[in-house]
């Protein structure tokens, strides 16, 4: 059955860094998502992503934040300069029209 | 009020036990519904979509009142292996299709 995949699994980073969690949804899904989950808390929306534009985005998702799909295949996320209250897990998920979301394993990023 | 609001729990109940999980969201203008399970610190796993005809699958059914804003999910004859934290997830009306999740409910089945 086809995934969703994140890499990296685990990412340390030194507060102020800019990371990049990079996501490759399932190759026939169209509509593209990125959601955090900070540690003993729900599970947070962040962006949606669809023909190449941001179609949603929460508060979270400031102008730190910001998403491509650069090549057709990968999705990815970028912090520019991290904040401790960015550590979290970061699920990517996506799916086809009319369908359910489909997560990825996770990046746990970890700001030091 | 919560977006969706979900039983605090834990639930603790011993194998073979039947288990219901309630769920209520506040956006009446919400599309789709359902329930995923995550273990611990892994990912959300489609469980199932909740319809408004309520639906079955195995050992779970799950079922949908719009008009209550009340979604329930039921786990008959429960197993170890259900042990997990149950996600009552509602689809906003929004154009982007985004995800509402409750906060959770976990369940552990003892032996």
């Known amino acids: 059955e086809p995934e969703v995949t994140q890499t990296p699994s685990h990412q340390v980073t030194q507060m102020g860094q800019e990371v990049i969690l990079r996501c490759v949804p399932i190759?026939?899904?169209?509509?593209f998502y990125w959601y955090r989950q900070i540690l003993g808390q729900k599970v947070e929306f962040l962006v949606s992503?669809?023909?190449?534009?941001?179609?949603?985005k929460s508060e979270i998702f400031d102008d730190q934040f910001s998403v491509e799909r650069p090549d057709g295949s990968n999705f990815t996320l970028k912090i520019r300069s991290t904040k401790l209250e960015d550590s979290a897990m970061y699920f990517c998920?996506?799916?086809?029209?009319?369908?359910?979301?489909?997560f990825g394993d996770g990046t746990r990023l970890s700001i030091l | 009020r919560k977006e969706v609001e979900q039983d605090p729990g834990p639930f603790n109940v011993p194998e073979g036990a039947t288990v219901a999980f309630n769920c209520t969201y506040s956006?009446?203008?919400?599309?789709?519904f359902f329930w995923y399970r995550q273990d611990c610190r892994k990912e959300p796993k489609l469980l199932m979509s909740?319809?408004?005809s309520g639906n079955e699958d195995g050992r779970f059914t799950a079922q949908l009142n719009r008009a209550s804003q009340y979604i329930s999910l039921l786990i008959r004859d429960s197993k170890l292996s259900d042990s997990a934290t149950y996600l009552c997830?509602?689809?906003?009306?929004?154009?982007?299709?985004?995800?509402?999740f409750g906060q959770g409910t976990e369940l552990s089945v003892k032996p």
């Open positions: 956006n009446s203008a919400s599309q789709s």
């Open positions: 997830v509602v689809n906003s009306a929004g154009q982007g299709g985004k995800l509402i």
């Open positions: 992503f669809y023909n190449n534009e941001i179609s949603e």
């Open positions: 190759s026939n899904h169209l509509y």
């Open positions: 909740v319809y408004s």
């Open positions: 998920a996506s799916r086809r029209n009319n369908q359910p979301q489909h």
